[in-house]
């Protein structure tokens, strides 16, 4: 990708670049903004977008230097820190109560799967019926670019980790915001996460583009027939994933669940099993 920015521009990109190495954390948009208004770059506060137009081109472009994780994302959980256990004890306690061997689901799996879907509303019908090994991503609409390259990152790490193809089941609205989110968003990830993944190893090269894909389950054109699915009452000739039947939105999801063989699932989940027993009896008697 080559992007050539006016000369205005570039010198705002310039200015953005300096505020953001001034500090040893990393900051938003917003923050950077009222800094250049500031320095009298911008003059007032309309300016902002395109400030945020400018630097989400940076980023997506790789341009000089600035990257998708170069600004924070502005919605935040909150952060805990400083928790933990009262004394040793009670820590060899919890681990005795607890003690869990995890592995890798998908490392004998024949693909990996994740489900993602525009309708962040849902999420707990997703949760229900997706089986609980796949990943799960609300888009909430269109995804900013920070959440775009976390999943790139995610699925090159996957795709070096694993060796094995990359299935993405999408479920989404039908109308023409629904079918372009995907697509557009996909256009960024995808792109990234073999890039990601090439650089780590360039022997995947042959393969990488053709394992990594996005399997669109829903809505699709004839589904509204299929489900007998009624109209968007603001936009005729558009349907919503909230308007399925419950029993139609699980027939949808689960078949995201065909991407899993469960005969190998219940060896890997078999193997668990029997590593935290032994661990277990190691554990008994032990006191600090």
Same mark, same amino acid.
């Given at each position: @990708?080559?992007? /050539?920015?006016?000369?205005?521009?570039?010198?705002?990109?310039?200015? =953005?670049?300096?505020?953001?190495?001034?500090?040893?954390?990393?900051?938003?948009?917003?923050?950077?903004?009222?800094?250049?208004?500031?320095?009298?770059?911008?003059?007032?506060?309309?300016?902002?977008?395109?400030?945020?137009?400018? #630097?989400?081109?940076?980023?997506?472009?790789?341009?000089?230097?600035?990257?998708?994780? !170069?600004?924070?994302?502005? /919605?935040?959980? =909150?952060?805990?820190?400083?928790?933990?256990?009262?004394?040793?004890?009670?820590?060899?306690?919890?681990?005795?109560?607890?003690?869990?061997? +995890?592995?890798?689901?998908?490392?004998?799996?024949?693909?990996?799967?994740?489900?993602?879907?525009?309708?962040?509303? @849902?999420?707990?019908?997703?949760?229900?019926?997706?089986?609980?090994?796949? !990943?799960?991503?609300? +888009?909430?609409?269109?995804?900013?670019?920070?959440?775009?390259?976390?999943?790139?990152?995610?699925?090159?790490?996957?795709?070096?980790?694993?060796?094995?193809?990359?299935?993405?089941?999408? +479920?989404?609205?039908?109308?023409?915001?629904?079918? /372009?989110?995907?697509?557009?968003?996909?256009?960024?990830?995808?792109?990234?996460?073999?890039?990601?993944?090439?650089?780590?190893?360039?022997?995947?090269?042959?393969?990488?583009?053709?394992?990594?894909? #996005?399997?669109?389950?829903?809505?699709?054109?004839?589904? *509204?027939?299929?489900?007998? @699915?009624?109209?968007?009452?603001?936009?005729?000739? /558009?349907?919503?994933?909230?308007?399925?039947?419950? *029993?139609?939105?699980?027939?949808?999801?689960?078949?995201?669940?065909?991407?899993?063989? +469960?005969?190998? #699932?219940?060896?890997?989940?078999?193997?668990?099993?029997?590593?935290?027993?032994?661990?277990?009896?190691?554990?008994?008697?032990?006191?600090?």
């Amino acid at each position: @990708m080559t992007y /050539t920015p006016t000369a205005r521009n570039a010198a705002i990109i310039d200015r =953005a670049s300096y505020w953001t190495r001034s500090v040893p954390y990393t900051v938003t948009a917003r923050w950077l903004f009222y800094r250049l208004l500031q320095e009298s770059v911008y003059s007032q506060k309309a300016g902002y977008k395109h400030l945020l137009a400018l #630097l989400s081109r940076a980023r997506k472009e790789f341009y000089d230097g600035w990257r998708p994780d !170069t600004l924070a994302d502005e /919605t935040r959980a =909150a952060l805990v820190r400083g928790d933990g256990f009262d004394s040793p004890q009670d820590w060899l306690d919890a681990i005795r109560r607890d003690v869990s061997c +995890f592995l890798d689901h998908w490392a004998n799996q024949p693909t990996y799967v994740e489900c993602w879907f525009e309708a962040a509303a @849902m999420q707990a019908q997703f949760e229900h019926y997706a089986d609980p090994n796949i !990943t799960l991503l609300a +888009f909430h609409g269109d995804v900013s670019i920070p959440e775009k390259w976390k999943a790139a990152k995610r699925l090159a790490e996957r795709y070096i980790q694993l060796r094995k193809p990359i299935t993405i089941y999408y +479920f989404g609205d039908y109308d023409p915001k629904g079918l /372009t989110i995907p697509l557009s968003a996909w256009s960024d990830i995808s792109a990234w996460a073999v890039a990601l993944a090439l650089r780590h190893d360039r022997t995947l090269a042959p393969r990488a583009r053709q394992d990594i894909r #996005l399997h669109r389950v829903g809505l699709n054109a004839g589904d *509204e027939l299929a489900f007998n @699915m009624p109209e968007n009452p603001e936009r005729p000739g /558009t349907y919503q994933w909230e308007a399925l039947a419950d *029993e139609q939105a699980r027939e949808l999801i689960q078949r995201a669940n065909d991407g899993i063989d +469960f005969a190998v #699932l219940q060896d890997t989940l078999s193997d668990e099993r029997q590593a935290t027993l032994k661990f277990s009896q190691h554990l008994e008697g032990l006191e600090l």
